[in-house]
């Protein structure tokens, strides 16, 4: 049995919702009709009281019962097509779009980044949905992308599609100029319709308490480095006048900003911590287990944090904060716990790409010991723990490096450990190499046990038309040839390219010709997908070459070794061109490849 919808001269089917609906149900609501409407080239209006007359009624509403048959994790959603209709229920009002756009996608819709050449919508005069219950429920509550660039018109399309993809929550950047401004501008009303949650912060301590204000008046409130007074290092964490000073400031964004429901009060980048006596006393000047050069500091960060949190508590109980887990203070507190509304966000910086988070991996990086870390904060930690994902693999020059398989076992183990989600940077200009692990990604946080190779091969098909098959052979090939049998690897590491010779990739390389000719007897779209990955495989191939060199000229004998110079700066120039080159292609970020190729070429 199943519901028949037809194009005809009536009405389809209307959309019901209840008066006074929370935006995001009206606009899923909407979001429903119009794609409907597209597919089908019917009618399907909406309103908040019953329609007159016969015909189906797509219901859509929150509720937990009994449609959603006691699920009660947060964003679980369910639908049920009967003969009169379909309802559609959501846990919490964004999770009633998110059942629109996975029932849709169940009739052929696929939604692919404006990045990636746009959502594919299918033609269907008909559409027949068998009766019957469907009920999802997110594995991980907290799936967040930040900007790790600054914010600009592009952004209002990646929050479209995050929503489309089930993410529910946006970080702004704190601390790169303009960026609440814009995201206010720009994204918050995106955001708000989506019933998305934003959160203000990344390295955030110099925004909360700018030194360009308060240096001059107030040394004391900054770190003492070597003897001196700092405005380039942390806060001095043990003055009360620092702690009442950075809570005034965060109580009144807070009471400024409405719709922002965590802030992530987080030291500045890098290490800097303040030195002097009362600092120092706070726990014992012992090496952490992750940067051993630097002392630990997770306890003393974390009971400034919480003495922040005590005083937000007290103006906006409903709001939180969160706490970094990271470098010198990545090692789990043996003194303090987080107050009841400190979340925690664990960041594996020196992960390796090549191996999951598992506390039994064999990887030579920190993987193992990151994983055993993770379990003693999931200890301590009573709300969110939740993760700052490298996984968009940012940092690594727009290279090439698969990673899809990888993303399963990690998502399994950070499932089974109790990750409550994560928070992941990613570059716009990049996303050609590297969207495919947002789109697998924002899967695996509802479904970690999916059919990750026909997930690959849909998206693939959808993306490359004609050459998916091609492009997936590719694929495999720079994953069996190229990244299984190489060394461990990690964003700023670049090591690994010097592999990618044409004698090791031949067949990726191969597989890609074919794929090149069949992408030009499919849709411009296509085409311009492949080309995409051309740029990416083009850079690694003259960056191998380049990394090669310079490798060579270091270790060849002296007699050699300006030839080599000269060659690796040939190669050098070459490779910058070329990104420069194809920097509008969205497969390559620019402005790394100046910073790094650009200034090793100065330094020739």
């Known amino acids: 049995m199943s519901l028949i919808l037809s194009a005809d001269n009536r009405p389809a089917a209307s959309v019901l919702i209840e008066p006074d609906s929370a935006p995001a149900v009206s606009f899923a609501a909407r979001e429903l009709s119009r794609y409907l409407a597209i597919i089908t080239g019917g009618r399907f209006p909406v309103y908040e009281k019953e329609p007159e007359g016969e015909g189906a009624v797509v219901r859509l509403a929150t509720a937990t019962a009994p449609l959603l048959n006691g699920v009660t994790a947060p964003g679980a959603y369910a639908w049920r097509v009967h003969e009169g209709g379909i309802e559609i229920i959501g846990q919490r009002p964004g999770a009633v779009l998110h059942a ?17 050449g746009g959502e594919v919508i299918p033609r269907r005069p008909t559409l027949s949905l068998p009766f019957g219950d469907h009920t999802d429920e997110p594995a991980m509550a907290h799936r967040e992308m930040t900007n790790l660039m600054p914010i600009d018109e592009g952004y209002v399309h990646h929050i479209d599609w995050m929503a489309k993809n089930r993410y529910n929550r946006f970080m702004v950047f704190a601390n790169i100029e303009g960026s609440i401004e814009r995201y206010l501008d720009l994204l918050e009303p995106e955001v708000a319709i989506r019933g998305m949650q934003a959160t203000m912060g990344h390295h955030s301590f110099r925004y909360f308490l700018p030194p360009d204000e308060h240096f001059d008046d107030h040394p004391e409130w900054y770190a003492l480095i070597d003897g001196q007074r700092s405005p380039q290092g942390q806060l001095c964490t043990s003055n009360p006048a620092v702690v009442d000073a950075v809570a005034e400031r965060v109580c009144a964004f807070f009471a400024e900003h409405e719709r922002i429901e965590m802030i992530g009060l987080w030291p500045n980048d890098g290490f800097g911590w303040c030195e002097c006596p009362d600092c120092v ?6 090496p952490s287990r992750f940067r051993p050069e630097h002392p630990r500091r997770t306890d003393t960060y974390l009971r400034f944090v919480n003495a922040v949190a ?15 887990a990271y470098v010198n203070y990545t090692d789990a507190p043996r003194s303090v716990e987080p107050a009841e509304n400190v979340a925690v966000c664990f960041a594996p910086f020196c992960r390796c790409l090549k191996h999951p988070l598992r506390p039994d991996v064999q990887c030579e990086r920190l993987n193992a010991a990151y994983a055993r870390e993770f379990e003693r904060w999931r200890e301590a930690v009573s709300n969110d723990l939740y993760l700052f994902s490298y996984l968009m693999q940012i940092h690594t020059l727009s290279i090439p490096y698969p990673i899809v398989q990888m993303l399963q076992e990690n998502w399994r183990w950070l499932v089974e450990a109790g990750c409550d989600g994560y928070v992941m940077e990613f570059v716009p200009e990049e996303w050609a190499a590297f969207g495919v692990n947002g789109h697998l990604i924002g899967r695996l946080s509802w479904e970690p046990e999916m059919d990750v190779d026909g997930w690959l091969g849909h998206y693939y098909e959808a993306l490359f038309g004609p050459a998916a098959d091609e492009m997936l052979a590719y694929l495999r090939s720079l994953i069996d040839d190229f990244a299984v049998p190489g060394q461990c690897t990690g964003h700023y590491d670049l090591s690994h390219t010097t592999r990618a010779t044409e004698r090791l990739l031949r067949p990726a390389l191969q597989a890609f010709g074919r794929a090149r000719a069949l992408a030009a007897t499919g849709e411009r779209r296509h085409w311009r997908a492949v080309q995409r990955s051309w740029v990416g495989l083009e850079l690694l191939m003259r960056m191998g070459a380049w990394r090669r060199l310079v490798r060579d000229a270091r270790e060849e004998p002296e007699v050699r070794r300006a030839s080599l110079r000269r060659r690796a700066a040939e190669a050098a120039r070459d490779l910058l061109a070329f990104a420069r080159e194809h920097a509008d292609s969205g497969a390559v970020e620019l402005g790394r490849y100046e910073r790094i190729v650009g200034d090793w070429l100065d330094s020739q």
Do not use: T
């Open 100 to 116: 629109v756009y996975a029932l849709l996608e169940e009739l052929g819709c696929q939604w692919l980044h404006v990045w990636e």
């Open 281 to 286: 006393a706070l726990e014992p000047q012992e």
């Open 310 to 324: 005590e005083r937000v508590a007290g103006q906006h109980p409903d709001r939180r904060l969160s706490a970094l």
